[in-house]
């Protein structure tokens, strides 16, 4: 307000002159006298988009602003504003216009994320869509989403994101849920925990099997035995077995490595 005060003392010291100015010889005026919105009004007036965005900036009318830099052609500086103000809407429009799909997913993530989704998947983005699932608490289809990505660093990210959502959930002894979100990460033993919170016997036996299955295919033939014994005792023995030839060839091995 207090720019406007003393333009107007100095107006009125030279007998209003500046009225008879020209339209750019105002908007300069204005301009280098710190009243950016009105010089922004005339700059745009004139078509000088560019000029009227930095003064509607300067002024903190973003939204003129973002649309003068539309008009000027400079569609990453607007969309960069549009971020970077939060007007996330204008923004969406902004990368519809240019067909900047996977921006236009962003902005969308923070006001309509079913729409994002949409778009992410459509061209192949897995990470964010799963992302924008685990801010619905959609976990199963952000896993889903997660082991689509052909990324391997954003596919483990993602996962890892979910198991620490199963394992906040297990900490607050919502165990059902936990015990499902882990089942879908393939993390049997960690389910069986949840199962056991369950008391569930069916649950449990189902869930003890796999995890005795796991350990089967890693060789980890005790361990499979320790499992599997309450449910099946002949393949306990089985397993008991496989682990003493597994340990009595050991030695062997290691004379022939060393020989070799």
């Known amino acids: 307000m207090i720019h406007y005060i003393v333009f107007f003392i100095r107006c009125a010291r030279k007998k209003f002159r500046f009225l008879k ?4 010889k105002k908007a300069r005026i204005l301009h280098k006298n710190g009243l950016y919105f009105i010089a922004g009004l005339l700059y745009k007036k004139l078509g ?11 002024s903190k009318a973003y939204l003129l602003a973002i649309k003068c830099y539309e008009k000027q052609g400079l569609h990453s500086e607007a969309i960069q504003l549009a971020e970077m103000k939060k007007y996330y809407r204008t923004g969406a429009m902004l990368c519809e216009n240019i067909h900047s799909e996977k921006k236009a997913a962003f902005f969308y993530s923070f006001f309509n994320l079913p729409l994002a989704i949409k778009l992410y998947k459509k061209n192949a ?4 869509a799963g992302l924008c699932y685990m801010k619905q608490y959609k976990f199963s289809k952000a896993i ?6 052909q990324e391997e660093h ?3 990210l993602g996962l890892r994101q979910v198991e620490e959502t199963a394992i906040t959930l297990f900490l607050v002894k919502e165990y059902a849920d936990a015990c499902e979100l882990f089942i879908k990460l393939h993390d049997y033993f960690s389910a069986l925990r949840c199962a056991k919170k369950l008391r569930n016997p069916q649950i449990i036996k189902d869930l003890t099997l796999l995890v005795a299955y796991e350990e089967y295919q890693k060789k980890n033939f005790a361990a499979a035995a320790k499992y599997i014994a309450p449910y099946d005792n002949e393949k306990a023995l089985l397993y008991h077995y496989m682990e003493q030839a597994k340990v009595s060839a050991s030695p062997i091995l290691n004379q022939m490595r060393f020989s070799a």
């Open 21 to 24: 100015y020209s339209t750019e």
């Open 48 to 58: 000088q988009y560019l000029l009227a965005a930095q003064c509607f900036t300067s």
């Open 125 to 128: 983005h897995y990470y964010e």
């Open 144 to 149: 889903d989403c997660f082991n689509k990505c």
């Open 154 to 156: 954003l596919k483990l």
